[in-house]
């Protein structure tokens, strides 16, 4: 895709706020999506752009891409791939006719610190925490409740960590490392108005500083 820096420019004066958020499986990610998308800040997904950017290298996977087309994508000219990513992403932002996006989940530091450089105080990068057994309670009670699946709460917690593992591989922790605001969500249920607030209250930074 050729981008002229004027068209790059000009689609980023769009933007009024952007979040990223950032944690292993079941930190509360999609719930702090959600909750931004109820406040109208749009939420979106990082591999649904990823995804259409393979398309449109005629990339061949059916569902869910491989790691190697992963691999292939920010192979070269990584800068060009995240600029391109952002130029795509502000796009979606215009169709949806909104100023504000969540992304989830971002698991490469270096596109954190990309869009945080030519967004500025408009980005805010979120990496959330949460030990591994709340995370695994939160899993197993989708499986279990959600789902009508048949696991033990042992099976959870070593799904839970092979989710870990592939996650950490492909460079979840070191977005902490680039975190504008690190958010501990240590409860599983007790506190889930308390983490709603904080998420309310983070929205508000960008959102005042851009008024």
């Known amino acids: 895709m050729n981008i002229s820096d004027e068209q790059f420019a000009k689609r980023k004066d769009y933007v009024k706020g952007m979040f990223s958020l950032g944690g292993l499986s079941e930190c509360g990610k999609s719930a702090a999506g ?41 192979a070269n000219n990584i800068d060009q791939v995240f600029r391109e990513f ?21 698991y490469r530091s270096e596109l954190g610190a990309y869009l ?3 967004l500025g105080a408009k ?8 030990p591994l057994e709340v995370r695994a309670k939160r899993e197993f ?31 979840a922790l070191k977005v902490k490392d680039i975190a504008d605001i690190i958010v501990n969500n240590d409860s599983f249920v007790e506190n889930e108005k308390q983490y709603l607030n904080i998420m309310a209250g983070i929205a508000s930074i960008v959102k005042k500083s851009n008024k």
Not at 86 to 106: D, V
Not at 152 to 158: K, L, R, S
Request: charged share 35%.
């Open 116 to 118: 945080k450089k030519e």
């Open 86 to 106: 952002l130029y795509r992403l502000i796009g979606k932002m215009q169709e949806a006719g909104t100023h504000y996006a969540s992304i989830e989940s971002l």
């Open 34 to 74: 959600l909750y931004f998308d109820s406040i109208g800040i749009k939420r979106m997904k990082i591999i649904a752009i990823e995804k259409e950017m393979m398309l449109e290298r005629n990339y061949q996977f059916t569902g869910h891409p491989a790691e190697d087309d992963f691999t292939r994508l920010y």
């Open 123 to 130: 980005m805010l990068n979120i990496y959330i925490e949460a």
């Open 141 to 171: 009670k989708k499986q279990t409740v959600d789902n009508g699946e048949n696991y033990t709460f042992d099976e959870i917690i070593e799904r839970t960590k092979k989710k870990d593992q592939f996650k950490i591989k492909h460079g």
